[in-house]
């Protein structure tokens, strides 16, 4: 209700200003609070020789103006202190975002990572070099079995061509045993004959 009262003054001393040809804006060229209301107090628009409010009423607004001010003033200044302690409080929180995101950071490292040989190897280049390491071990072993597999089948070869060889000379060597027997008994025959003679 009072502040209904007080804008309605505050308009009607408006509008009475203007056709009091008074400087009712000159409060706003003072610096202080206290000098601004002054100056409005003494520009205010007299009617029958008295204010359009009373002298207390004047002096109520202004203290309630005040106090409103003041109010304002403390809570600016408590606004202040919690931006203070509020950007304190997130930089440490800012600082502890980043001691946590390089330790997670670390902490995927290690576990994307494998120790071999005592270094720290990343577990993707550590499965490819192993994949390489395999699949040349699997070339190589497949060389070397075909090498084998060649090899082998020379080894049969000649297996059987030395078997049929050995099977040969055994049979030269029986033939030709068997025809130096058989001339050996001719011989003796014909020496046997021969001294009959």
Known sequence: MKRIAVIVTLVVCTVLG???QKDITAWKNEKGMEQQYEVFKTNLNFWNGSYFMKPAQL???????KDSVEALEKLNENSKSQILTLNNELRQSQARVQ??????DESIKNQDSITVFGMLVH?????????????GLLVVAGFVFLLF????KITTQCKKD?????EEYESHKK???DRYTKINMELHKTRLELNKR
């Open 18 to 20: 203007v056709y009091a």
């Open 59 to 65: 002096e109520e607004y202004y203290g309630a103006l």
């Open 99 to 104: 001691e946590i995101q390089s330790k997670l």
């Open 123 to 135: 577990k993707s280049t550590y499965a490819f070099v192993l994949y390489s390491i395999i699949i």
């Open 149 to 152: 597999k060649r090899s082998n």
């Open 162 to 166: 030395f078997n049929e060889l050995k």
């Open 175 to 177: 033939n030709a045993l």
